[in-house]
């Protein structure tokens, strides 16, 4: 019982304080999704940080100082809003590294445990996301100012 109340102090203790932290960066990302088949369970907004301009959102966010998502609550396969992340840098960097972002859309679909890029789902020219025609953005970066 001793080891359970530990346990269960210590994980209250990070959660309190990953709660009562300022975010370092916070991204205020529009996200417009219509019509999304039935197998998209779940849609979140990544947004990585980083110190350099050369790098890539789907290379695992290698070279990232800081990292953060934010569920998109679908409405019958909808969304229309803006998206607010609180991104926080790793520990031990100095936040002032922070040059460049990158967020994206990532999807979980139905039999599938794993976040999969909508970047991905669009090479697949799959009918569930789009549609011929549709103006498509799956991700946006830019400079931090």
């Not at 205020?28 to 050369?54: A, F, G, W």
Request: with cysteine; charged share 15%.
């Amino acid at each position: 019982m001793k080891k359970f109340v530990l346990i269960f102090a210590i994980i209250l203790l990070f959660s309190l304080n990953s709660f009562t932290a300022t975010p370092d960066w916070i991204f205020k990302v529009p996200v417009k999704l219509k019509n999304l088949c039935s197998d998209i369970l779940e849609v979140r907004v990544y947004c990585l940080v980083y110190p350099t301009s050369n790098f890539s959102m789907y290379n695992h966010g290698a070279g990232a100082i800081g990292g953060g998502w934010e569920r998109v609550s679908l409405n019958n396969g909808s969304f229309n809003g803006v998206v607010t992340v609180k991104v926080n840098r790793n520990q031990g960097i100095n936040p002032n590294l922070g040059v460049y972002y990158s967020c994206a859309l990532f999807a979980r679909r139905n039999g599938n445990s794993d976040m999969v890029s909508f970047y991905d789902i669009k090479q697949s020219n799959s009918d569930c996301v789009h549609k011929t025609g549709t103006n498509f953005i799956v991700d946006f970066k830019g400079t931090i100012k």
